[in-house]
Structures are given as structure tokens and as C-alpha cells.
């Protein structure tokens, strides 16, 4: 092809990715929250993360690309006029998909919808069985993201079919990784460890 018939494809691919750019303004708050609950040595952690799935997000997963749910939890015990002491964490991966059934969340059908995903449980074993005194509190991280910056590369060199010039700049580069960002959400929450009877 001429020099004209390539240099529009640059172009193209700058379309593409700007395309994908939806403004988010209108969508629910992502969150994350989580239930925990202490008995005798071992804390069990229940996260959640609400609100996760924007219009745009839900659109790229019904197409058929994965979203990855990294969930990252930590245990702090409370120390009274000092730093909280970190004591375990955990980080988790879960795949968020569609199939004709519907959303699954590591294989699990999500009947309820995506409005509130139950993340996989967490369970810890303390040391020492804890005095009366002593408080803990749960810290929950999670990152959805279904677009990712080299996937988007892929996409922008299949556009432009592989001319390496147009796809290794560095501004198509910090686009497609605004992009792949604009398209991931995240939350972080707290919960406090309450003591079964």
C-alpha cells in the first residue's frame, strides 16, 4: 500500500482507543467492604466488592473478554498510641466472565447479578489465642480490570498491521495505558474483627 494508505491507520488506531473512552461521571462508586469475625484463634474474612461492573466494563465482559479481580486483604491488630501491627495478608486472583448463563465468578454462577460480588473467603489461624482486650481490623483492596494496556497494544499493532513505528511511541503508549486504566476500578475498605460468643 502507498505511504498515504498507512499513515491514516496510526490515526485509526488513536480512534479506537479514544472510542473507548467512556466518561465514568455517571456510574456508581465502586467500594469494597467485608465481614470478619474472630473465634478462638482463627479470623474469618468475608469481602465484598459492590459497584464494580460499569456500563462500559459489563459491555467489554458480555463481548467476551475475562475481567481479573485481585483482592489483596490484610490483618492489623490495634495497638493504642502506637503504629497497628500487620500480622497475615493474603492476595487473591478471581476471574469475572459471561457466559450464556450468565456471569461467573471463578466458575460460580452469580445468580444475584454483579450489582455485589462475594469474593472468595479468607481464613487465618493467630498465634495466641487473643486476650479480651486486644482489637483487629481487616483491610480489603480490589482491583477489577478486564482491558489491559498490552492487550490494547495488540489491538492498535493489528490496526495499523504491525508497522512497530505507530504502536512503540510514546504517546500512543501513554494512551493505550490511560485507557487500560479509565477501564479498571478500584476500592479499598476496612472492617472491624468482631468476636463470636
Not at 470478619?36 to 467476551?64: C, Y
Not at 498510641?81 to 478471581?94: E, G, K, P, V
Not at 482486650?133 to 482491558?147: G, I, P, S, T, Y
Amino acid at each position: 500500500m502507498g505511504r498515504h494508505g498507512t499513515q491514516s491507520r496510526p490515526g485509526a488506531a488513536l480512534i479506537v482507543a479514544a472510542c473507548l473512552l467512556t466518561s465514568g461521571a455517571h456510574a456508581e462508586e465502586a467500594s469494597a467492604a467485608c465481614t470478619a469475625t474472630l473465634s478462638g484463634r482463627r479470623v474469618m474474612v468475608r469481602p465484598e466488592a459492590r459497584a464494580f461492573i460499569s456500563p462500559e466494563l459489563d459491555r467489554l465482559v458480555r463481548l467476551g473478554l475475562a475481567g481479573k479481580l485481585e483482592v489483596e486483604l490484610t490483618l492489623w491488630k490495634r495497638r493504642a498510641f502506637w503504629f497497628d501491627a500487620n500480622l497475615d495478608s493474603a492476595r487473591i486472583t478471581q476471574v469475572l466472565a459471561f457466559t450464556q448463563e450468565g456471569y461467573v465468578l471463578d466458575g460460580r454462577e452469580l445468580t444475584g447479578g454483579v450489582g455485589t460480588l462475594e469474593l472468595e473467603r479468607v481464613a487465618w489461624t493467630l498465634d495466641a489465642r487473643p486476650e479480651s482486650d486486644e482489637h483487629f481490623v481487616v483491610q480489603v483492596e480490589v482491583r477489577l480490570q478486564v482491558v489491559t494496556a498490552t492487550s490494547l497494544g495488540r489491538m492498535a499493532r493489528w490496526l495499523t498491521q504491525g508497522e512497530p513505528t505507530s504502536s512503540g511511541t510514546p504517546v500512543l503508549t501513554s494512551l493505550l495505558r490511560s485507557v487500560a486504566e479509565d477501564l479498571a476500578r478500584q476500592a479499598s475498605g476496612r472492617c472491624d474483627v468482631s468476636r463470636q460468643p
